[in-house]
T-cell receptor, first 113, second 116 residues
């Protein structure tokens, strides 16, 4: 079975631009979570979606938004990019049953110049 | 609120030596605990997890961890490391609050550097 997939692998954007990152969960997983990992730090939780509804949100500004589609794939959108948004963005999927274990994708490396 | 502290940011060790990477957590409720490994320019790979039961947990690549509730610790150990174990290791605690379930709070990571 395929694991969590993310696209694109890498991208470079300019300050002020907008970016969309995509994630496809493991087949059968209905929950997707997004994390931001800045260089030298541990990942930080951004959003969790389950059955197309937002279930949780971390401490991120409103420039960050996400959505989940009927096939359970997800998009993370970031508007008005700042240099500080440069990071590895990780997507994780889970079954949403105990113990709610999360399976991570390879990540999208975003560089903002 | 839950938090995770990894006590060492870098751990250098010689090949075939034992290693311990330390992790302490703070939580007012029962938690699930995880160790992940991240190789350069890659995502996170699960090494092992503690959900319940035996406090000694065995994972992949010869790693093991011991859950100590009284000391709120979950230290990762390997009796003999290889060059290929060079990577960054993250300890994480799973949180459930509101409608959000299973999301992880990570420590800042420990870079393990294995030298020949």
């Amino acid at each position: 079975d395929a694991g969590v997939t993310q696209s694109p692998t890498h991208l470079i954007k300019t300050r002020g631009q907008h970016v969309t990152l995509r994630c496809s969960p493991i087949s059968g997983h209905k929950s997707v979570s997004w994390y931001q990992q800045v260089l030298g730090q541990g990942p930080q939780f951004i959003f969790q979606y389950y059955e197309k509804e937002e279930r949780g949100r971390g401490n991120f500004p409103d420039r960050f938004s996400a959505r989940q589609f009927p096939n359970y794939s997800s998009e993370l959108n970031v508007n008005a990019l700042l240099l500080g948004d440069s990071a590895l963005y990780l997507c994780a999927s889970s079954l949403m049953t105990e113990p709610y274990e999360q399976y991570f994708g390879p990540g999208t490396r975003l560089t903002v110049t | 609120a839950q938090s995770v502290t990894q006590l060492d940011s870098q751990v250098p060790v010689f090949e075939e030596a034992p290693v311990e990477l330390r992790c302490n957590y703070s939580s007012s409720v029962s938690v699930y605990l995880f160790w992940y490994v991240q190789y350069p320019n890659q995502g996170l790979q699960l090494l092992l997890k503690y959900l319940s039961g035996s406090t000694l947990v065995k994972g992949i690549n010869g790693f093991e961890a011991e859950f100590n509730k009284s000391q709120t610790s979950f230290h990762l150990r390997k009796p003999s490391v290889h060059i290929s174990d060079t990577a960054e290791y993250f300890c994480a605690v799973s949180v459930n609050y509101g409608g959000s379930q299973g999301n992880l709070i990570f420590g800042k990571g420990t870079k393990l550097s294995v030298k020949p």
